[in-house]
Nanobody
Framework: VQLQAFGGGLVRPGGSLRLSCEVS????????IAWFRQAPGKEREGVSY????????YYADSVKGRFTISRDNAKNTVYLQMNSLQPEDTAVYYC??????????????????????WGQGTQVTVSS
């Protein structure tokens, strides 16, 4: 199982980026993918997830209405479209799956996302 996150970069406030999380070793049909982020000096926090079974989604309040998570099963890729980016969105963004044995239980709103694998992070910097 591997997850590869990419698409980060430097963007001005109000700008947009699209992150991608390419997965291998399993298919997206049955397993959820989540995005987390970690800003310097802060704990890693849940941003969004998309379920494997029915494609239902969740967004943290801080990104609701600005970020959109989606998946392309044919490409085994999950996307995070980020619009209206603000400096407080600056962080390293990680994707993760619950496919496999749990290595970390991460808060995602009022529930926990049971992380089995992490992808490597991709840096998002929002600055003028």
């Amino acid at each position: 199982v591997q997850l590869q996150a990419f698409g980060g970069g430097l963007v001005r406030p109000g700008g947009s980026l699209r992150l991608s999380c390419e997965v291998s070793g399993f298919t997206l049909d049955y397993y959820a993918i989540a995005w987390f982020r970690q800003a310097p000096g802060k704990e890693r926090e849940g941003v969004s997830y998309i379920s494997g079974s029915d494609g239902s989604t969740y967004y943290a309040d801080s990104v609701k209405g600005r970020f959109t998570i989606s998946r392309d099963n044919a490409k085994n890729t999950v996307y995070l479209q980020m619009n209206s980016l603000q400096p407080e969105d600056t962080a390293v963004y990680y994707c993760a799956t619950d496919r496999g044995a749990t290595i970390a239980a991460m808060e995602m709103g009022e529930r926990f996302f049971m992380v089995a694998y992490w992808g490597q992070g991709t840096q998002v910097t929002v600055s003028s």
